[in-house]
């Protein structure tokens, strides 16, 4: 089949997998149901890496069209290029990986068929996204998995005790990511007035060979709108409060949307738009300052969460603000490849988190779980794994990513490389803390929960498995030129050769010897949290303090820095005040008074005129006489 | 005497009888003197020299339909003292009504004739276009389906009247 | 034709244009102010007769029979109506034993 055919393929199979499932599923069987949502995407990702060994040169997939007016128009089509198919694997490999989870965790819900109905929707939305041709199709995707997310994060709206946080939860995420929506709408009106086109190889034809001029005012405001846009997606300062909220939903959703695919729509963006950005150097300034500053106050604030779903979101957030400062330097290649090692352990330790909950029949305070590595050793060994891969443990694919962006960092700025490394440090402190709480020590909840402990089933440890190994091994993709001097930078020779823009940037030049040094660096500073946190919370059984005894930067950091309250002071309750100012005023006086005033003047009115019919025959035949009066005195005047 | 002297005295005679008709206040007065306007008015038909217009005016109008209606009024019994009267306002709104009325219609006929009617109306004719066989000529020839029709047009009011009138078998009060 | 004789000359026809006028409006004022229904049949009765005079004065004044035709249609239509409408009116009576028109007044409001 020819690589259209196949892209086609790899856009339906979720859409068909959703639309079965959301139509005949509450007929079929749970197994059916779950594996026709699970095969469709195992297929799915064996037609992209069909497609990933065939393609050389980036094709495009022209659909149909939308709208063919004058001076604009817009055609769904796809754009098959390395970055779109790189993309398209991490999304359906790691997706696929969730779905065969899930048909395990969500055995005992009600609303299975609906999970994987919503489920494939949004790979389906998230496919168009990073396939997309054009800034269109991918404001179509950026909105389909908004709603996915909505319908997936507010999935139990329907539970007893918390079936109300669940859906506001979920309509937070949904309006917060609202507001960035509105700033990518106006970047996309933006480059369009600006460009006449939404196309991504026309305005790079624009742009790159054209050069086409631009006032350094447009393009700033068009990328600033965007990355506005990719902020609340990928939950950067100010409009990350939604994500550690949208832990509301299961835990498969927050491994899939909250850590591998939706929140890297953000930073798909921005790598897909790299001319623009690179026209614009006052909003990589920007985003390198914000991406700076969520990684550390979300680092902070996930250093004494007691949740093991919060303190993961937090660590989503501050790896995205990793990711942001990687952008901002203009590394566009390194991050893409901590976006792809990201989804591998960030899915991972979600779903080995998923794995501990299930066994601790849904348990989520980690003060509430401890001793587990003997009773669930699958479940302990790839959580090791991850958290050992996200905190920079030498030769695990995280280490190599982050080292990347250290890499930069360090050529760019001594100052940022410094805060790098205190937010990478940060990161090794509360994710060894969350691992030695869970797994070590004594087991520190109810006799009943421990006697039900029981490890996953296979389909919920295999993926499991899988991800641990793609973590172990995924830094091979684009090693550092240190020990072999062949096959390294993989991917970031695939994506410079493969992408519009990314050839232009300008490659850093490290020598081997400041490289290495770096790596020596940031090797020490993990090995000593590492033995410092083993120290503190295993040798000397360090527990998490109660609620009433948080003192000073420990209260602050579990309050997470009372973002949510400051929010709701200046945000939320002006809003409510102001509706229902709206309400009095608006609705009841004016609407139903000009409306039922209306009603009332017309009836008075006609109470009026009701006097002239008084029944009595001489009266009308009066009147009857003075209109053939008037009648013959209009036509002698008028002739 | 000229003719015209005739009929103006004539055409007051009528408008004096007529005034009585309404303004008289016993009903009973009221279908004696419009007996006696249409006997005038016959009189102006026999001027104009219309003169089986003039009988069959009388015979039919005097002579017919208002002995029905002195006939309706005896049967229903009415006198003076219980003849309705209607308020000062409406008298002056009807008076102004007619007024205004007559001061148009005069108007506008002054304006049609504008004094270019030279021509009178000749009386002294030599056709006889008022006469008998003259109109039934007409009648039975140019006139002959309305005159059918009207045929058919008495028998539905006979009808009507007498389903209107008849009584009930149930006693009514 | 023997009066035709006698006299030689004619009348003017605005003498009879202004004669069928004022009976018309004689007509209309007695309907508009008198209450009794009788009267107020009888007035339009005058009405009816005060447009014959028209008809016939015009009829000898084009040398035409036709208006005086048309007289007769009117009398017949007349006649009929008078009888419809008496016998409306016995009716009437019969329910309410008056002939008031002011009291007639349910078609109010």
Redesign the interface.
């Given at each position: 089949m020819t690589i259209e055919q196949l892209i086609i393929a790899i856009l339906l199979l979720p859409l068909l997998g959703g639309f079965i499932n959301g139509t005949l599923g509450k007929k079929l069987p749970k197994v059916v149901v779950g594996s026709i949502a699970t095969v469709a995407m195992f297929a799915a990702f064996a037609l992209a890496l069909t497609v990933f060994s065939q393609l050389h040169e980036q094709k495009i997939v022209n659909l149909f069209a939308i709208l063919s007016l004058e001076g604009i128009s817009l055609n769904a089509s796809l754009l098959v290029d390395h970055l779109s198919i790189w993309m398209t694997l991490i999304v359906t490999g790691v997706g696929s990986l969730i779905h065969l989870f899930s048909m395990g965790y969500m055995k005992h819900d009600k609303g299975y068929y609906k999970f994987f109905t919503y489920l494939n929707l949004f790979i389906f939305a998230m496919l168009i996204l990073v396939l997309g041709s054009n800034y269109f199709m991918l404001f179509f995707g950026w909105e389909g998995v908004g709603i996915c997310s909505y319908l997936l994060i507010g999935f139990h709206y329907s539970d007893a005790e918390k079936g109300l946080l669940n859906g506001l939860a979920a309509r937070k995420a949904f309006i917060m990511n609202r507001i960035g929506d509105l700033g990518l709408l106006i970047g996309l009106f933006l480059i369009l007035q600006q460009f006449g086109t939404l196309e991504y190889n026309q305005l790079a034809d624009m742009v790159l060979l054209d050069k086409v001029p631009v006032s350094t005012w447009m393009i700033f405001g068009i990328t600033v709108c965007l990355f506005i846009g990719a902020t609340g997606k990928s939950a950067q300062i100010p409009l990350f409060t939604w994500l550690p909220d949208a832990m509301a939903g299961p835990t498969p959703v927050s491994a899939l949307i909250h850590a591998a695919t939706m929140v890297t729509a953000g930073i798909f963006l921005v790598v897909r738009s790299n001319y623009l950005f690179e026209m614009s150097p006052g909003t990589q300034d920007i985003m390198l300052y914000i991406g700076l500053a969520t990684s550390l106050l979300a680092a902070f604030m996930a250093m004494r969460q007691n949740d093991i779903k919060k303190v993961l979101a937090y660590s989503t957030v501050s790896q995205l603000g990793l990711l942001f400062v990687s952008l901002g330097m203009g590394a566009y290649t390194a991050a893409i490849f901590h976006v792809t090692t990201h989804a591998f352990f960030k899915a991972l330790l979600f779903l080995g988190s998923g794995s501990v909950i299930h066994a601790l029949s849904d348990e989520q305070d980690i003060r509430l779980m401890g001793g587990l590595r003997k009773k669930i050793p699958v479940t302990h060994i790839t959580f090791l794994i991850g958290t050992l891969a996200i905190s920079g443990f030498p030769l695990l694919s995280g280490f190599y990513s982050k080292d990347e962006i250290v890499v930069h960092a360090f050529a760019e700025n001594k100052l940022l490389y410094v805060l790098l490394m205190i937010s990478i440090a940060m990161t090794a402190i509360y994710m060894f803390r969350l691992y030695f709480l869970v797994f070590f020590g004594a087991f520190r909840g109810s006799k009943e929960v421990e006697s039900h402990i029981h490890e996953a089933p296979a389909n919920m440890s295999l993926p499991l498995v899988i991800l641990a190994i793609l973590s172990v091994f995924g830094g091979i993709l684009n090693l550092p030129g240190i020990w072999l001097k062949s096959g390294t930078h993989w991917l970031s020779h695939y994506l410079e050769h493969g992408v519009r823009g990314l050839s232009n940037v300008e490659a850093v030049h490290t020598s081997s010897g400041v490289s290495l040094m770096l790596m020596v660096v940031a090797v020490t500073m993990t090995l000593v949290i590492l033995a410092v946190t083993y120290i503190l919370y295993v040798r000397k059984s360090g527990l998490p303090k109660a609620d009433q005894d948080l003192k000073g930067w420990e209260l602050w950091s579990a309050k997470k820095l009372y973002f949510d309250e400051i929010y709701n002071f200046l945000f939320v309750k002006p809003i409510e005040w102001l509706s229902v100012q709206g309400h009095r005023v608006i609705e009841l006086i004016v609407l139903n008074g000009a409306v039922t005033g209306t009603a009332k003047w017309i009836g008075k009115s006609g109470e009026l005129v009701?006097k002239w019919?008084?029944?009595?025959?001489?009266?009308y035949?009066?009147w009857m006489?003075?209109g053939?009066?008037g009648l013959?005195?209009y036509?002698?005047i008028k002739f | 005497m000229s003719l015209e002297i005739i009929a103006i005295i004539l055409g007051g005679l009528t408008i004096g009888s007529a005034l009585l008709v309404i303004l008289s206040k016993s009903p009973v007065n009221s279908v004696l003197f419009l007996i006696l306007t249409f006997v005038m008015i016959s009189s102006n038909y026999v001027l104009m020299n219309a003169q089986f217009l003039a009988i069959v005016n009388i015979i039919v109008y005097a002579g017919a339909i208002m002995v029905l209606f002195l006939f309706v009024l005896m049967l229903l019994n009415l006198n003076k003292e219980n003849e309705p009267k209607s308020s000062l306002l409406m008298k002056f709104a009807a008076v102004l009504a007619g007024g205004s009325l007559l001061i148009v219609f005069v108007a506008a006929l002054r304006d049609s004739v504008g004094g270019k009617l030279v021509e009178t109306v000749q009386t002294v004719s030599t056709n006889d276009q008022g006469m008998v066989e003259n109109l039934g000529h007409l009648l039975f020839t140019k006139y002959v389906l309305p005159f059918e029709v009207s045929s058919v047009l008495f028998i539905s009011a006979m009808v009507g009247a007498i389903l209107l009138a008849k009584r009930e078998k149930q006693i009514i009060d | 034709m023997i009066l035709a004789t006698i006299f030689e000359s004619g009348v003017k026809i605005e003498l009879y244009l202004i004669l069928s006028t004022v009976l018309f409006i004689i007509g209309v004022l007695g309907v508009l102010l008198r209450r009794n229904a009788i009267i107020l049949l009888m007035c339009i009765e005058l009405m009816l007769n005060a447009v014959n005079l028209l008809l016939v004065a015009f009829s000898t004044y084009f040398g035409k029979a036709d208006g005086q035709l048309f007289v007769f249609f009117i009398m017949v239509v007349a006649a009929a109506e008078a009888t419809v409408g008496l016998s409306i009116l016995v009716l009437i009576y019969r329910n309410t034993r008056s002939v008031d028109v002011g009291i007639f007044n349910k078609l109010k409001g």
């Open positions: 009701k019919q008084t029944g009595q025959t001489a009266s035949l009066l006489v003075f053939i009066v013959v005195v036509y002698l | - | -």
